[in-house]
């Protein structure tokens, strides 16, 4: 398979031009482009000379995904629905703060193999891992719709990013390099549904990066009606590797709690889950579930109030994300999901036709 240009680093950027005889001025040249002005495609590097940019368009995926629709989703965010060269869909998400600031919400694998039951990612399945090229590529795509460069990136899109460490860490790496893209990690969140040994590699890492652990539940007995086995892991083996996480980045963790009325929204949860936040020195972050549909319900709002007070009265930090996007464009993987009816329904009509007119 091909290489995606915008996994190149820069001195991968120099050896490739020296490999096939262009001056090395011309890789700083391209990484200028992808780098500083976040263009991904060499057609639209034009200080490039012409055969620069078909060797470069040939040899590699540049970019090997677009931009399939953009939807409101409301609140200001817009879901990116992309397609990507072998006609999966992955979804992003372009979220403006009010302060001004963008953040970037990025998928790292083609469905998701964990298949949490209130989340439409896992509903089709998984297909595949995201390599770190598409990983780039969904970041400058966005950047290119976005007219900038955004101010923080959470991987909370599609996927389990911790299932493709091999991807998604280089990834980082390219995101937060000095002579790559120039992140600060601190302004990259990665988000987990507890997946122990990807959280430990990620720890391993020791860079200062933001670690989501989407926890739902205080006890593994309500833990098992949200996320369903395999990849569940137990709730003290989670927190233990967020303890690693925690001393090895020397950053908190957040504890991610979506609220499910009847499921895990008893002010006894609460306590139990700010114990454990305050135990392991964890930020709590409820987030009130989106409801679009499906077995799950929204909390009433005094509930949610009960619940975030239960937590506090521990000593734990707790805040109440308000969730960015509302309806059903907004549900995560919603987007994905639709286009793949899409193409059945459009596959179903063409095996139709050829029957229709046989009929005639
Ligand atoms: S919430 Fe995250 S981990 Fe769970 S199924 Fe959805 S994408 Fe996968």
Known sequence: MKEFLASLSASELDSRCAASGFPKFRAAQIGQWLFEKLVPDPEQMLNLPKDLRRRLKEEFFAPSMKIAEALPAGDNVTKLLLELHDNEHIEMAVIPAGDGRVTFCLSTQVGCPVGCRFCASGRNGFR??????????????????????????????????????????????????????????????????????????????????????????????????????????????????????????????????????????????????????????????????????????????????????????TGAVVTCRVERGSGRNAACGQLRIDAERRGADAGERSLNTPNEEKSK
């Open 128 to 313: 595949r891992n995201l390599a770190c090229g598409e990983i780039l590529e969904e970041f400058l795509l966005g950047c290119g719709f976005l007219g900038r460069r955004c101010d923080n990136i959470v991987f909370m899109g599609i996927g389990e990013g911790l299932l493709n460490c091999g991807e998604l860490f280089p990834a980082l790496e390219r995101l937060t390099d000095q002579e790559g893209f120039r992140f600060a990690p601190r302004r990259i969140t990665v988000s987990t549904s507890g997946y122990v040994p990807g959280m430990l590699k990620f720890a391993e890492l020791e860079k200062e990066f933001v670690l989501a652990v989407s926890l739902h539940a205080p006890d593994d007995a309500t833990r098992a009606k949200i996320i369903p086995d395999p990849l569940r892991f137990p709730v003290a083996e989670i927190l233990r590797a967020a303890d690693t996480f925690r001393e090895r980045s020397g950053r908190l963790v957040t504890l991610e709690y979506t609220l499910l009325a009847g499921i895990n929204d008893a002010p006894e949860q609460g306590e139990a889950l700010g114990r454990l936040a305050f135990a392991h020195h964890a930020k709590v972050n409820l987030i009130p579930y989106n409801a679009t549909g499906g077995e799950f319900r929204r909390p009433a709002k005094e509930r949610i109030a009960a619940f975030a007070r239960a937590v506090a009265g």
